[in-house]
């Protein structure tokens, strides 16, 4: 009753082309859905994503499900995601790209999602951390733990969009540490963001992650931005 209500008077709109939703919609409608730019890398683990990595960090898979342009309905969704408190956005794509993921498990073993923590000021700014509700979907689909304990952050940092690349790469090395426990040695961490840009921040996290004894790293995000 309460949920119709709610519908009644604030009506939810499709993310995309702002059109009403359909009760059995959720964030985009079928026709944005359908429109969404797929990066495919689930069928090539040399990808895109792969490539920004190789040759920085010891990596055993990358990928992002879609692709990032401006103005476009990815932007629109993480901005959402983000800034607006939209935490279901991170929940639908999970549900989404759970399938494809699916189908890398036949060939990596994953044993934890980790996700790029937030500054706990930062985190009370906001009052979450955008990607934890992508991270626990993907954990509920591929049946394997959620861990936002394991990495975190140092220091309190500005947004790294607001930064040219040489800001961002002088100290972001510096922010990220891990707690170390037997527990967590010789495992192979998932570890997830909303979007890939220079890979900076995945890669200084991923540094942090090693230095747990007989780590093993994989990268996945909601999406990936073009340089």
């Known amino acids: 009753m309460f949920k119709y209500l709610t519908n009644l008077f604030f009506p939810q709109v499709c993310v ?12 985009v409608c079928t026709g944005c859905r359908h429109e969404m730019p797929l990066t495919q890398h689930h069928l090539d683990p040399k990808n895109e994503a792969f490539h920004k990595f190789y040759g920085k960090i010891d990596i055993q ?25 939209q935490e279901e956005i991170g929940s639908v794509l999970g549900n989404w790209y759970v399938e494809d993921l699916k189908k890398i498990q036949r060939h990596h073993s994953f044993d ?17 951390n955008q990607v934890a509700t992508f991270g ?14 394991v990495l975190f952050r140092k220091k309190y940092s500005k947004t790294q969009s607001k930064k040219n690349l040489l800001g961002r790469t002088e100290d972001i090395e510096t922010i990220f540490d891990v707690y170390v426990s037997e ?4 495992k192979h961490f998932l570890l997830i963001d909303d979007v890939i840009t220079t890979g900076a921040t995945l890669e200084a996290c991923s540094r942090a992650l090693l230095k747990i004894p ?13 340089s």
């Open 136 to 149: 626990k979907a993907l954990s509920e689909g591929l049946n394997i733990a959620y861990e936002d304990s």
């Open 112 to 128: 934890a999602i980790i996700p790029v923590p937030l500054h706990q000021k930062k985190l009370k700014e906001r009052g979450y």
């Open 61 to 85: 898979y990358a990928a992002a499900f879609l692709n990032f342009n401006k103005k476009g309905i990815v932007q629109e969704l993480i901005h959402n995601l983000k800034y607006k408190g």
């Open 16 to 27: 995309g082309c702002h059109t009403l939703l359909m009760s059995n919609e959720v964030v």
């Open 183 to 186: 527990e967590h040695q010789n």
């Open 214 to 226: 007989g780590t093993k790293i994989s990268i996945v995000c909601m999406a990936i931005a073009h």
